[in-house]
């Protein structure tokens, strides 16, 4: 498939107006661009820290994309997209699988890191069921740090507002089609690197959102996303924790069910869902189709703490979807 010279509206005019044009068809497999950076997370439950893991979005959705990639199994090669990624020579993840196949840009400015305080009650499905703080930060990844070529699609999957807006557009640019997190473009910090939202109208993000594909908000995030007026400007998915999700565009809207799973760390499950919903646009499903395997990525994540480990008989049909402990 050519990939567009410039920006293409990425929904189908008419029809089936979730179909993003992304699918290989049986063709040879397109080329994707995730930009966001890895980190440090710190765990800390009842004041205790109870683990340390690679985070980051881009190493979540890494580890999914490289997951659903169709290959056969002596295959070893992995799914074809590049990582823009910065931390610091502090970074204690440069041999997980996810950061030694797509090795991060070195900083001079130490790895982003996050503090994630569990709270002890139990968290309603829509409830945020941790507090975040970054306590260090990485530099921003700028558009000089992008590949100078095109790609078939791009994620812009940021954690600590390292997702400059003039590299978002040149991701838009670069890109046939771009899905974005939310969490990439209104997270603010208050002084102790507490995470704030900002509303995604009062940021310079807010204009490019016509040339955006897709936009991924938590149920957290949606009041600050806008998603009346977000929603006719792109596709807009709210993700609802073990309640699922929804998909909401201009004229529609549809809810997708969930996967049963038991929450071990809820950490990634948004990174996850995104991945698996831009894998299920590649192997060519309808968006409410390619949500429900964003269900599955999400309901997988939440199973095991960090970046998780996925059996290739997961993916393989008449498996039992069901994610126990
Ligand atoms: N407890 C759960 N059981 C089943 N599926 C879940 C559960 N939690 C999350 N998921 C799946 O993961 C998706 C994303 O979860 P959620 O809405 O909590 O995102 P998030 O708040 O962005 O997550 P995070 O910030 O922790 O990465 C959900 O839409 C759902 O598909
Ligand atoms: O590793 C996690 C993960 O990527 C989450 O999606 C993000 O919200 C956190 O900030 C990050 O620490």
């Given at each position: 498939m050519p990939?567009?010279?410039?920006?293409?509206?990425?929904?189908?005019?008419?029809?089936?107006?979730?179909?993003?044009?992304?699918?290989?068809?049986?063709?040879?497999?397109?080329e994707g661009l995730v930009v966001g950076s890895y980190c440090h997370d710190v765990l800390i439950?009842?004041?205790?820290?109870?683990?340390?893991?690679?985070?980051?979005?881009?190493?979540?959705?890494?580890?999914?994309?490289?997951a659903a990639s169709p290959r056969e199994e002596e295959e070893q090669e992995a799914a074809p997209f590049v990582v823009v990624s910065k931390v610091g020579r502090d970074f204690?993840?440069?041999?997980?699988?996810?950061?030694?196949?797509?090795?991060?840009?070195?900083?001079?400015?130490?790895?982003?890191?996050?503090?994630?305080?569990?709270?002890?009650?139990?968290?309603?499905?829509?409830?945020?069921?941790?507090?975040?703080?970054r306590v260090r930060a990485?530099?921003?990844?700028?558009?000089?740090?992008?590949?100078?070529?095109?790609?078939?699609?791009?994620?812009?999957?940021?954690?600590?507002?390292?997702?400059?807006?003039?590299?978002?557009?040149?991701?838009?640019?670069?890109?046939?089609?771009v899905l974005v997190d939310a969490q990439a473009l209104i997270r603010a910090f208050d002084a102790d690197g507490a995470v704030c939202h900002v509303s995604l109208e009062d940021t310079p993000y807010a204009r490019l959102l016509p040339r955006v594909a897709f936009l991924k908000a938590s149920s957290e995030e949606?009041?600050?996303?806008?998603?009346?007026?977000?929603?006719r400007r792109c596709c807009v998915?709210?993700?609802?924790?073990?309640?699922?999700?929804?998909?909401?565009?201009?004229?529609?809207?549809?809810?997708?069910a969930p996967f049963p799973a038991v929450q071990v760390d809820p950490?990634?499950?948004?990174d996850s869902f995104l991945a698996g919903f831009a894998a299920g646009l590649l192997w060519g499903l309808p968006a409410t189709d390619a949500a429900l395997l964003g269900n599955f990525f999400g309901a997988a994540a939440v199973s095991q703490v960090g970046?998780?480990?996925?059996?290739?008989?997961?993916?393989?049909?008449?498996?039992?979807?069901?994610f126990h402990q």
């Open positions: 990939l567009a010279a410039e920006p293409v509206e990425a929904l189908e005019e008419g029809g089936n107006q979730q179909q993003l044009l992304l699918a290989t068809k049986g063709g040879p497999a397109l439950r009842g004041g205790r820290v109870v683990g340390e893991t690679l985070g980051g979005a881009a190493a979540f959705v890494s580890n999914v994309l490289d204690a993840y440069a041999s997980a699988p996810a950061p030694a196949r797509r090795p991060p840009l070195l900083c001079a400015s130490p790895t982003t890191s996050f503090h994630a305080q569990f709270s002890e009650a139990a968290a309603s499905a829509h409830a945020p069921d941790r507090e975040l703080r990485c530099d921003p990844i700028y558009p000089a740090d992008l590949p100078d070529r095109r790609f078939a699609y791009g994620l812009a999957v940021g954690v600590a507002g390292e997702v400059l807006p003039e590299t978002l557009e040149r991701m838009i640019r670069l890109c046939r089609a949606a009041p600050y996303v806008g998603v009346e007026t977000a929603r998915i709210v993700t609802e924790g073990r309640d699922g999700c929804r998909l909401f565009w201009d004229g529609g809207e549809a809810r997708v950490t990634g499950a948004g970046v998780p480990t996925f059996h290739p008989k997961m993916l393989q049909p008449g498996n039992d979807t069901k």
